[in-house]
């Protein structure tokens, strides 16, 4: 389907409603809208995430180029979802994406790349620790809103069951970047401390492993 924007106000929406692609008009507050439009937000702090990366191009090294076209892709993929929540299921025309198993797959292999760069936790992780770390742990948390208010919708329409997998495999794969960025910078990661408040020597042990250079 083309798109062409000619004009950003229309006045169409001050009544409380707003158009799906395909025409109808569904209240602003719905559960459709609150779906696709915290997608939207999802995608902006993905967004702040993509625009920090090159600051960080030589501490990245050899998987720079690699990671910032990982970005790049998921971006555009958000919109994918967005505008898929945005179209009512039954709706059909030439072009129109649904998300599907290849997406999810993708996520996962991502997450196995980056993963095998990391130890193991010892504890679960804040967000913090370095300014990247910290947006994808916001990005992260959002992309679980998002998931959350998806299946609220699915309770009431019928959506793309792919759809709900990719956002769900997604948060994930934010997870894990928060910890592979901190680990490519040699920044500390944050750990939750009262489920090692226990054994004071296995607390030092975990925070001296998340807050150590890499090798």
């Known amino acids: 389907m083309a798109i062409r ?3 950003i106000y229309t006045r169409s929406g001050d009544k409380g409603l ?3 692609v395909g025409g109808a008009r569904v209240p602003k507050d719905s559960p459709r809208l609150e779906a696709y439009g915290t997608i939207d937000e999802l995608n902006a702090v993905v967004g702040m995430a993509r625009t920090l990366v090159p600051e960080f191009r030589e501490r990245l090294g050899d998987k720079y180029d690699w990671y910032a076209e990982m970005l790049r892709r998921l971006q555009n993929e958000l919109f994918d979802v967005g505008s898929e929540l945005a179209t009512p299921l ?3 025309y030439p072009g129109r994406h649904r998300m599907g198993a290849q997406e999810v797959a993708r996520l996962e292999e991502e997450i196995d790349r980056m993963q095998e760069e990391l130890e193991p936790l010892d504890s679960f992780t804040l967000p913090g620790g370095g300014r990247l770390n910290a947006v994808l742990h ?5 992309c679980r809103r998002a998931e959350r208010v998806s299946w609220a919708l699915r309770r009431v329409e019928e959506i793309n069951d792919q759809l709900l997998a990719y956002v769900n495999r997604l948060s994930d794969h934010l997870f894990v ?3 592979w960025v901190a680990k490519r910078l040699g920044e ?3 750990l939750w401390e009262r489920g090692l408040r226990a054994d ?3 607390a030092r042990e975990a925070r001296r492993k998340m807050e150590r250079k890499p090798d």
Do not use: C
């Open 90 to 92: 039954t709706l059909d």
């Open 18 to 20: 707003t158009g799906l």
């Open 138 to 142: 916001l990005a992260r948390t959002v």
């Open 200 to 202: 004071p020597k296995t």
């Open 188 to 190: 500390p990661e944050f």
């Open 177 to 179: 970047q928060s910890r």
């Open 5 to 7: 924007l000619t004009r």
